[in-house]
């Protein structure tokens, strides 16, 4: 295929993070709850008066809370390369504590030996389809250098570039965003390519800081709403479907309750929670 390079493999790398991650963490909760000023607490963390062990434990037990503000003072940073513009249209609609730093199609001229694009593997299944797509994009090359060598400006020869072009990003995004991005994006019924992207992004995270990367999970996981609220049909499909409940389910179960249908607490049932503990030593 002449102009066709089988595309670089997606890659995520995770630049930076916030320096000391859960410090910041720990500094911006106990600003909240205790009645020491900032100074006070960020001095007990710096001459080790708080432990590390204690501010992790600290940190997981006020991430249980769902009290999410102080997320947004931990930061990270990533680079991403080998992704669809497909791909970026759906990655720039998430505007609230992330900014994207994307190549430029204007400034950066595609060569006609250099030219490439993301192959969904859905086209790869039929090889009549594949020819097909693979003509296409060789077609879209040769126009795409006729245009620069006809002296159309680049800005203006990228009119002809497929989804299917690859882009590179650098992202800055807080953990709160990084969450709400993981909730819809590792989900099933996300687009393959931003759901793998977002696989790999997290494993960065929890490669450097487990403590804050088992927390991004598509938003049924058991660290997040803990049940599925796509349509029920979705959930039947869904791998997770086995293992995590559908809200229809636990509206089903609240209907029960609301009719009086649920098995009924007889006294015998409350005395066992009366006396649960009564042989302990106070």
Known sequence: ????????????????????????????????YSPKTPREVWEEI?????????????????????HASPLEQVVFWFGLSGVSRALSHQLVRHRIGISFEQQSQRYVRYREDRLEYVTPKSWTKDPAMAAEYHRLMAEI??????????????????????NATPTHFQIMVNFTELLHIADL?????????????????????????PELGHFLQPKCGDKRTGYCDEPRKDWER?????????????????????????????????????DAGADDSA
């Open 1 to 32: 295929m002449g102009g066709y390079h089988a595309p670089s493999p997606m890659e995520v790398t995770l630049i930076d993070y916030a320096r000391d991650p859960l410090q910041k963490l720990y500094g911006a909760y106990r600003t909240c």
């Open 46 to 66: 710096r001459d080790g008066r708080v432990p590390p062990d204690k501010i992790r434990e600290f940190i997981a037990e006020r991430l249980k809370t769902g």
């Open 141 to 162: 090359t040769r126009v795409y250098q006729a245009a620069l060598d006809g002296g159309i400006p680049a800005e203006d020869a990228r009119f002809v570039l497929p």
């Open 185 to 209: 994006r590792l989900c099933w019924r996300a687009q393959w390519e931003i759901r793998q992207m977002v696989a790999m992004m997290r494993r960065e995270v929890v490669r450097e800081v």
């Open 238 to 274: 869904c791998p997770l479907g086995k293992v995590r409940p559908h809200k229809e389910q636990i509206l089903e179960l609240f209907a029960l309750h609301r009719a009086g249908n649920l098995a009924p607490l007889t006294e015998e049932h409350l005395r066992r929670v009366e």
